[in-house]
């Protein structure tokens, strides 16, 4: 039987700067829920031998490395590598969760940063299909969305995808079927990147909107799928269709969200993030900080206790199936190795303290 353990947390207390208040100091703490298995140590020499590996591959797609782009490179590896402890460090899964890892940050990065510049929604949404186009071979839409000289960033994007794709297909004979819950998944988080284009949401859209939204641009099942394609996990319909799993994937989607804008405040605050909870509670809805952080705090812990319940009623409820039992134990994984990476991160340093209490 899976088990939250009352001791298992995550407790922070660090300062966060914004030019609109100053510095002020936010604390608080989160359960977590103890995975089967966990990778929960990094050595210097795994994070450099995967740093190098990766920046070999990155330079195939960029001119010069920047410093942004050494810093997603460092992010990639330390996150993959924490919510992917089913493969050694030097294999090739593990390098093509590495890799996937980067193209997911960098394509986040790359389509917030077009959107907040007002990119034309004409090439917005041909850019997202021609980028999906990778996955579902669909050649009309290929020719269709040809892209120009001009659009850099989404031809670095698909020309990216476009290799991992070809490295993906080696291995997995089933590709289509298999990755077919990843591609659901971007698709609907650019779906959500598009409603954000148009709608920029402010104070008059309700906090339950916003909580729905940023849960489906998260993409965080959607990266937990990476995991799942590698490990060549399948569910049958009657569980993935069933309306218990689907909350179950709803509340990984908020835990994974919310804790990323909890952990990632001061990160998010300084880089103005449309798509953070925290900033949108303290800007359009004019709550102080420290309240905030601590709404989000329960809400996180609310909706880990109903996962908890939900998780043990559905293994009943299909008779602790194996790729049921598995596909969990990703899933549990991967939201354990998430809440470990903002330790020693450079992309979200803090000045304070995240730290994982067993």
């Given at each position: 039987?899976?088990?939250?353990t009352?001791?298992?947390k995550?407790?922070?207390?660090?300062?966060?700067?914004?030019?609109?208040?100053?510095?002020?100091?936010?604390?608080?703490?989160i359960?977590?829920?103890?995975?089967?298995?966990?990778?929960?140590?990094?050595?210097?020499c795994?994070?450099?031998f995967?740093k190098?590996?990766?920046?070999?591959?990155?330079?195939?797609?960029?001119?010069?490395?920047?410093?942004?782009?050494?810093?997603?490179?460092?992010?990639?590896?330390?996150?993959?590598?924490?919510v992917?402890?089913?493969?050694?460090?030097?294999?090739?899964?593990m390098?093509?969760?590495?890799?996937?890892?980067?193209?997911?940050?960098?394509t986040?990065?790359?389509?917030?940063?077009?959107?907040?510049?007002g990119?034309?929604?004409e090439?917005?949404?041909k850019?997202?299909?021609?980028?999906?186009?990778?996955l579902?071979d669909?050649?009309?839409?290929?020719?269709?969305?040809?892209?120009?000289?001009?659009?850099?960033?989404?031809?670095?994007t698909?020309?990216?995808?476009?290799?991992?794709?070809f490295?993906?297909?080696?291995d997995?004979?089933?590709?289509?079927?298999n990755?077919?819950?990843f591609?659901?998944?971007?698709?609907?988080?650019f779906?959500?990147?598009?409603?954000?284009?148009?709608?920029r949401?402010?104070?008059?859209?309700?906090e339950?909107?916003f909580?729905?939204w940023?849960?489906?641009?998260?993409?965080?099942?959607?990266?937990?799928?990476?995991?799942?394609?590698?490990e060549?996990?399948t569910?049958?319909?009657?569980?993935?269709?069933?309306?218990?799993?689907?909350?179950?994937?709803?509340?990984?989607?908020?835990?994974?969200?919310?804790?990323n804008?909890?952990?990632?405040?001061?990160?998010?605050?300084?880089r103005?993030?449309?798509d953070?909870w925290?900033?949108?509670k303290v800007?359009?809805?004019?709550?102080?900080?420290?309240?905030?952080v601590a709404q989000?705090?329960?809400?996180?812990?609310?909706?880990?206790?109903?996962?908890?319940?939900?998780?043990?009623?559905?293994?009943?409820?299909?008779?602790?199936?194996?790729?049921?039992?598995?596909?969990?134990?990703?899933?549990e994984?991967?939201?354990?190795?998430?809440?470990?990476?903002y330790?020693?991160?450079?992309?979200y340093?803090?000045?304070?303290f995240?730290?994982?209490?067993?």
């Open positions: 039987m899976f088990q939250i009352p001791q298992r995550v407790e922070f207390d660090f300062q966060v700067t914004y030019n609109d208040f100053g510095s002020i100091k936010v604390c608080g703490e359960p977590r829920i103890k995975p089967r298995t966990e990778r929960k140590y990094l050595t210097e795994d994070i450099t995967l190098i590996k990766l920046e070999t591959w990155v330079k195939n797609f960029f001119q010069i490395q920047t410093e942004s782009l050494s810093e997603l490179i460092e992010t990639a590896v330390i996150f993959a590598a924490f992917n402890p089913f493969h050694e460090i030097n294999s090739e899964k390098f093509l969760a590495v890799k996937m890892s980067f193209w997911i940050y960098y986040d990065d790359f389509l917030e940063m077009e959107i907040r510049n990119v034309p929604l090439k917005l949404d850019g997202m299909r021609k980028i999906l186009s990778c579902n669909d050649k009309e839409n290929l020719l269709e969305d040809e892209l120009r000289e001009e659009d850099v960033g989404f031809r670095t698909f020309d990216m995808l476009t290799d991992l794709v490295s993906l297909k080696k997995n004979r089933q590709f289509k079927v990755i077919k819950p591609y659901i998944s971007l698709k609907e988080a779906e959500a990147m598009r409603w954000y284009a148009v709608a949401f402010e104070e008059n859209i309700s339950e909107t909580k729905f940023r849960r489906i641009v998260s993409f965080f099942v959607g990266t937990a799928q990476v995991i799942i394609f590698l060549d996990l569910l049958p319909t009657n569980i993935s269709n069933a309306p218990s799993f689907r909350r179950l994937l709803d509340i990984v989607n908020s835990v994974g969200a919310f804790g804008d909890l952990l990632g405040i001061d990160n998010e605050l300084k103005d993030k449309p953070n925290i900033v949108f800007f359009e809805k004019k709550i102080p900080l420290q309240e905030a989000v705090c329960n809400f996180i812990t609310s909706e880990i206790g109903d996962y908890i319940c939900l998780r043990n009623s559905i293994m009943e409820e299909f008779s602790h199936d194996a790729r049921l039992v598995k596909y969990i134990d990703v899933l994984s991967f939201m354990d190795g998430h809440n470990r990476m330790e020693g991160c450079t992309r340093k803090i000045n304070g995240v730290r994982l209490v067993d």
